[in-house]
């Protein structure tokens, strides 16, 4: 009780706290320190000390002015933290039992580069043993879209095949390592023999350099023609076709980003004849009700 109250009595006393703002789009130059006041927790939500903040791209589009984020949220960076709960009303049944005091990580639709963030404790997660608040930080954007999109939107199943595209990239390697864990063949691509080499100490059965080989072609040497059950995406532009072709029947495809084109062809044929699935996928700009019941 000593401890919320102090917490409190210092929040009366002073309600500013530093912050990262964006001056002017661009590079990071553009970033600045500035001063302004500390959130105040809704219902359902806690106040955070942050320890430490994650970089995600969404951070990096968005500093460079191509991602709004979404209407409601905070215009400060930062998607992930690492930290301590300091304020809100909790309620006994929340979830691990998680109280004034308690080190989390969370998961925020922005507002992390800062001292204090507000983020619903459904979104929280305690810092896992033998991870400090820095490594907490970087876990939970890449771990929540992954379980999101691999095991409860693309329903992957022990002993399916999963490629895993980018497969160096921060969502690449959790993806990876979740689905070697549970029980999947996993085949990945990257961008470099140093890469694919790193990504199959990972877990990777098989990681295919793109820049030097057809993905499509090695998939199905690898499978012996049969290709995989589930492709998690992050390119789009004309990999969307290409990943129609190395699909097996009633395979998915977990669409989460666009790097290469947000439009593409698409062999209906294909979809028809083999019962394929597109899904698509974006965490931030769902509800604090739909990220609640996934999560």
């Known amino acids: 009780m000593t401890k919320v109250l102090t917490y409190k009595f210092l929040f009366q006393l002073i309600d500013i706290m530093k912050a990262i703002k964006i001056s002017k789009s661009g590079n990071a130059d553009g970033l600045v320190s500035t001063n302004c006041s500390i959130p105040v927790p809704k219902h359902g939500e806690v106040l955070i000390k942050v320890y430490a903040a994650g970089v995600n791209r969404a951070d990096i589009f968005q500093r460079m002015g191509y991602y709004t984020p979404p ?13 301590e709960i300091v304020d809100g009303k909790i309620k006994s049944t929340a979830n691990f039992n998680l109280k004034i005091g308690s080190k989390v990580c969370a998961l925020l639709t922005g507002g992390g580069y800062a001292e204090y963030c507000t983020v619903p404790i459904k979104q929280c997660l305690p810092i ?24 409860q939107r693309a329903r992957l199943k022990i002993g399916e095949k999963l490629l895993v595209h980018g497969g160096a990239s921060g969502i690449g390697t959790m993806a990876i390592q979740l689905a070697s864990a549970m029980g999947s063949i996993v085949y990945s691509t990257a961008g470099s023999n140093m890469r694919s080499n790193f990504v199959e100490t990972l877990g990777a059965k098989k990681c295919i350099n793109y820049k030097c080989k057809d993905f499509v072609e090695e998939i199905q040497k690898i499978t012996n023609g049969l290709g995989v059950d589930v492709i998690l995406d992050m390119v789009g532009g004309d990999y969307i076709n290409r990943n129609l072709k190395i699909l097996s029947n009633n395979g998915r495809i977990a669409l989460i980003a666009f790097l290469g084109g947000k439009t593409s062809y698409i062999d209906c044929n294909q979809m028809l004849k083999k019962n394929l699935t597109i899904i698509g996928s974006n965490l931030r700009h769902r509800s604090v009700f739909l990220n609640q019941k996934y999560l």
């Not at 209407?71 to 930290?83: Q, T």
């Not at 896992?128 to 095991?151: D, Q, R």
């Open 71 to 83: 209407i409601g949220s905070s215009d400060l960076l930062g998607l992930e933290v690492s930290g």
């Open 128 to 151: 896992p043993k033998g991870m400090n608040e820095i490594e907490a930080a970087s876990l939970p954007e890449s771990c929540f879209t992954v379980w999101n999109n691999l095991f």
